[in-house]
């Protein structure tokens, strides 16, 4: 019955309309100092010499790229922080990752910053948002998949960072009586964000209390 229920796509509509609420970012604002926080999403090692980023990650990975092109079009300043550690233990980190598919793909070394050490969202805004503050930018844009934006905002705002929602990617559940894989892998993909909105819920009241 649940094979059945979360392959026609009809919890996965319902899901994704609760957390994918923000649109695409078409023409930002840049100000004289800008920074784009870009949230890892999995890496795979290959073999000792050879990693990559995973499915969700290329999207937000063309997306900084896209953003910090049109910065830099515009004539301001403008970073790119890549922020991920190594949760899976294959040896480099998620940011060290993107960085170097970041440099791949003609972004200067200059303009990229590294954090490395968060294994979760919640590390992801504290480590990212010291950073964030020590280098006193003006305009935090933060990018990662739609599915993933609501969670990812409200832990930066825990540490007083309110940056612009950049979404990478939109998922579409398709709505039919057979039951398909897809809509099955967005199901799993929207309850795992809505328990880590439980537990931001619940850090927000042991805060209060």
């Given at each position: 019955?649940?094979?059945v229920g979360a392959g026609s796509g009809y919890f996965s509509e319902i899901l994704l309309k609760d957390l994918q609420v923000h ?85 200067s070394k200059e303009d990229l910053i590294v954090e490395n050490l968060s294994l979760n969202t919640f590390e992801n805004a504290k ?83």
């Amino acid at each position: 019955i649940y094979s059945v229920g979360a392959g026609s796509g009809y919890f996965s509509e319902i899901l994704l309309k609760d957390l994918q609420v923000h649109e695409a970012l078409r023409n930002p604002q840049w100000q004289p100092s800008n920074v784009i926080v870009l949230l890892g999403s999995g890496s795979t090692k290959w073999n000792e010499e050879h990693y990559s980023t995973q499915t969700y990650g290329y999207s937000r990975l063309n997306e900084a790229a896209r953003l910090y092109f049109n910065c830099k079009k515009s004539g301001q300043n403008c970073k790119i922080l890549m922020s991920g550690g190594d949760p899976a233990g294959i040896g480099k980190s998620e940011a060290e990752i993107m960085h170097d598919e970041l440099v791949g793909n003609n972004i200067s070394k200059e303009d990229l910053i590294v954090e490395n050490l968060s294994l979760n969202t919640f590390e992801n805004a504290k480590f990212s948002s010291a950073i964030i503050k020590e280098h006193h930018f003006e305009n935090i844009i933060l990018v990662t998949s739609g599915t993933h934006m609501k969670r990812s905002l409200m832990f930066f705002k825990i540490f007083n960072i309110n940056a612009t929602p950049a979404v990478s990617d939109k998922l579409l559940a398709k709505m039919q009586w057979e039951s398909a894989t897809k809509n099955v892998m967005i199901l799993d993909t929207c309850l795992h964000e809505h328990a880590g909105l439980v537990k931001y819920y619940a850090f927000e009241m042991l805060g209060k209390n």
